[in-house]
């Protein structure tokens, strides 16, 4: 998130922390956090606060800790922790020995809970949850005090207690801040805290029957942890106040800050969790790392790289103000990763097979080709040559349109580093299709130039005969509309891509990528950047998922 600052300037979270160390708050200690919850897999929104929150650390030579903020044992699951995991690290950052767990401090919160209590700052509720919420108000219909705020210390303890030994049902009971019911901000209209919960929780078992609520476990996590500058989304902006009062009802000395600024939000996608597990429950989508999804670890098997992916992050900036970021952004920078590092190869999608009369029969004819056309240094592979060629379906017209510069009847065309082809005569099934070419090839031409001087307008990637097959899966953008969530009345699978997934069986593929390894990435000459799946490709059945074309289309479609 640092690499542009000498041309960009600070950002207002780094003018903030160079404010700090320079009047010696916090001693001058940086230390961040990231606290995923772990509820689902994280997507190329939480991509921009890992990257934001490592790099700050990483830039003042600070800290940064990676905390579970599991504290709500219903939705959370240990493949989740395990999941973020891999997908922290594979971006590139590394927490050391700072791995911890909102649970690891269940008992200093609860511990501080009843320190509220005995200041008169807490006290045990027995409404409902949806009384309490009718109780509360919003921001035109002002609080009313519960008929259990006035409780006495004793016995609050008393009932806070029992609820920690289980004793009560989920929703008997529920422990709320005393704060002010009277306050603007319906956030301060004495919030929640702990509620009953009888489910098991990965890691601590049926141990505890209560669980703090977000608000307060997350402060005080902060504050055990040493945390100086906590940084989160604007939507917490409005709980800013409350975070403040737990801190300092609670802490002495040095304390942590919370600081807000504008979450990532990408057309084309949804960003919310719980619509993310509906794609993924409801079928709509393989699973949570689908190429399709925008979740960290569907962009890793599609083919982005974490460089393409912190990239994004950096040039998405940071702010106080909402943005909408295009998709091409994202794709735009996994293009001009991939076009410095990417092998070149030759595939062909849907194949049309050439036969080559002039060429003799038998004979194979191994030609040099670059690896890459600007650097030498990536050298060079042999592609074998034969009479029997398979060309894109595409670059042959019987009947060519104007500006149409491939293979047509009677029209000359280059081979990708081997010779100037012809086609001569076109052969067709019982249904009218073509099937065949047949042409003639210069052999004056042997790697793509004419020693007469003569130019031709068209060059096509091909193969040869013996081609192995490969199974190719093009990729696109999951919702046919730029904001598939905006409409409330609207379900937003409604907008699903039908076309976001096409998977083609018979590709044609050189044969160097026969046995390519899994993970490893190509850019298909004139077709797109592609990956081996890490899944499915296997020796000598090798699956290809297309991580973005050579060019974005959707500008082209959207112009229309």
């Not at 922390?17 to 990231?34: M, S, W, Y």
């Not at 100037?420 to 090839?441: M, S």
């Amino acid at each position: 998130m640092t690499t542009t600052n000498e041309t960009q300037g600070l950002n207002f979270l780094q003018e903030i922390i160079e404010e700090d160390r320079r009047t010696g708050k916090h001693a001058g200690r940086v230390h961040t956090r990231f606290p995923p919850e772990p509820n689902g897999y994280l997507h190329i929104g939480h991509a921009k606060s890992i990257c934001l929150n490592f790099g700050l650390a990483k830039q003042y030579e600070g800290l940064c800790n990676l905390r579970f903020d599991d504290t709500n044992p219903v939705t959370e699951d240990t493949d989740y922790v395990e999941a973020i995991q891999r997908d922290v690290k594979w971006l590139g950052f590394d927490w050391a020995d700072r791995k911890f767990y909102a649970s690891d401090y269940f008992p200093k919160l609860y511990d501080f809970a009843v320190q509220l209590i005995k200041q008169g700052k807490a006290y045990v509720c027995s409404l409902s949850p949806e009384e309490i919420r009718e109780y509360r108000g919003d921001f035109t219909t002002p609080g009313r005090d519960s008929p259990y705020r006035t409780r006495s210390v004793e016995e609050n303890l008393d009932l806070f207690s029992r609820m920690r030994g289980g004793e009560f049902p989920d929703g008997k009971h529920t422990l709320r801040a005393k704060i002010d019911m009277a306050s603007p901000n319906p956030v301060l209209r004495d919030p929640p805290i702990y509620r009953i919960r009888h489910a098991h929780h990965h890691r601590t078992g049926e141990a505890w029957p209560i669980y703090p609520l977000y608000d307060f476990a997350h402060c005080l996590s902060d504050a055990i942890e040493g945390i100086t500058h906590s940084v989160c989304t604007l939507e917490f902006e409005n709980r800013r106040v409350l975070y403040d009062w737990i801190v300092d009802s609670l802490i002495k000395g040095d304390r942590p800050y919370q600081y807000e600024f504008n979450r990532l939000n990408l057309n084309y996608t949804v960003m919310s969790k719980r619509k993310l597990l509906k794609l993924v429950t409801e079928k709509y989508v393989s699973g949570w790392d689908d190429p399709r999804m925008m979740t960290i670890s569907g962009l890793r098997r599609r083919g982005f790289t974490p460089a393409s992916i912190r990239d994004f992050a950096t040039r998405a900036g940071v702010s106080k103000t909402q943005q909408l970021i295009d998709m091409g952004v994202l794709e735009l920078c996994i293009r001009e990763d991939l076009n410095e590092t990417a092998p070149r190869a030759m595939a062909v999608l849907r194949p049309l097979k050439v036969v080559v009369e002039n060429y003799p029969e038998g004979q194979v004819e191994m030609l040099e080709v670059q690896n890459h056309p600007q650097k030498p240094e990536m050298g060079t592979r042999q592609v074998p040559f034969m009479r029997e060629l398979y060309i894109e379906a595409d670059d042959f017209m019987e009947v060519p349109a104007k500006g149409f510069f491939r293979l047509a009847p009677g029209k000359e065309v280059r081979l990708r580093s081997a010779y100037f082809i012809t086609c001569k005569e076109v052969i067709k099934d019982a249904d009218g299709k073509v099937v065949e070419l047949r042409c003639t090839y210069d052999p004056a031409t042997r790697g793509g130039d004419s020693p007469d001087g003569r130019k031709v307008k068209g060059t096509l990637h091909w193969v040869p005969g013996n081609a192995p097959t490969a199974e190719v899966r093009l990729y696109d953008r999951l919702f046919s509309v730029e904001s598939p969530d905006s409409d409330d009345a609207t379900d937003f699978t409604t907008f699903l891509n039908p076309n976001s997934l096409e998977v083609l069986r018979s590709a044609r593929v050189e044969p160097m990528l026969a046995d390519a390894a899994p993970e490893s990435r190509f850019q298909f000459e004139r077709l797109g950047y592609f990956f081996a799946d890490p899944k499915d490709s296997q020796p000598g059945k090798p699956v290809f998922n297309r991580t973005v074309s050579l060019k974005d289309s959707w500008v082209k479609e959207k112009g229309k």
